[in-house]
């Protein structure tokens, strides 16, 4: 089967650094999302990687190994805003997207 | 520019009465159009998704069925709710053939069953 993993909870301060992993198993791939999902709301895209390599866009970077079926999110410089949901996704040989549940992030000051 | 819309924002309804989401896109025409539900602690489940005018794939069997009437409108419905239809619902576009195909979502529907 398919499947996506990603940690279901983390905890960082503000103002610190943190690394959100994604690991995934899937039937192809063809490019891995990282989304944004603040409490209630609707999720927004925030990074897409195909090659190996990282990514950079700001304060957000997110990283990629095919061989291993890895991805990871970066985030610098936490601001308290930055308390969320990230979801990591998979778009797999049909092109079908394929979710994590979603890492809950927690900033305290 | 691009705009999805999506309502309603909540509803709570009873067990066995129907149900209509209406989702509409603006700014672009021929889009991918998604169904996804969204269950506490769970991935994104993709419901239904349509490349074209009365074209829909339904991904899971189940009590919904989806609908597009017009070019960037995309209805969510059932005849009879069950207690599993709770949950957060929302709708999304692709541009179609995009390389990248990232999602764009509406605000998302909060559907309870009572």
């Known amino acids: 089967g398919q499947n996506i993993d990603q940690p279901t909870e983390m905890t960082a301060t503000e103002g610190a650094i943190v690394q959100i992993n994604c690991t995934y198993q899937?039937?192809?791939?063809?490019?891995l999302f990282w989304y944004q999902q603040h409490a209630g709301e609707a999720p927004t895209f925030l990074s897409y990687n195909v090659l190996d390599g990282l990514e950079e866009k700001g304060r957000f970077s997110s990283f990629l190994s095919r061989s291993k079926g890895y991805s990871y999110l970066l985030l610098k410089e936490l601001q308290m805003k930055d308390s969320a949901s990230y979801l990591c996704?998979?778009?797999?040989?049909?092109?079908?997207?394929?979710w994590g549940a979603g890492t809950k992030l927690i900033i305290k000051p | 520019s691009q705009t999805i819309h999506q309502w309603p924002a909540t509803l709570v309804q009873p067990v066995g009465s129907p149900l209509s989401l209406e989702c509409t896109v603006e700014g672009t025409s021929n889009p991918n159009l998604y169904w996804y539900r969204q269950a506490a602690g769970r991935g994104l489940q993709l419901l239904f998704y349509?490349?074209?005018?009365?074209?829909i794939s339904s991904e899971v069997p189940q009590n919904l069925s989806a609908s597009r009437p017009q070019d960037r409108q995309f209805i969510l419905s059932s005849k009879k709710l069950l207690l599993s239809d709770s949950g957060f619902y929302l709708c999304a576009w692709s541009t179609f053939g995009a390389d990248t195909g990232e999602l764009f979502f509406g605000e998302g529907s909060r559907l309870t069953v009572l």
């Open positions: 349509s490349v074209g005018i009365g074209q």
């Open positions: 996704a998979v778009k797999d040989s049909n092109y079908q997207l394929i």
């Open positions: 899937t039937s192809g791939f063809n490019g």
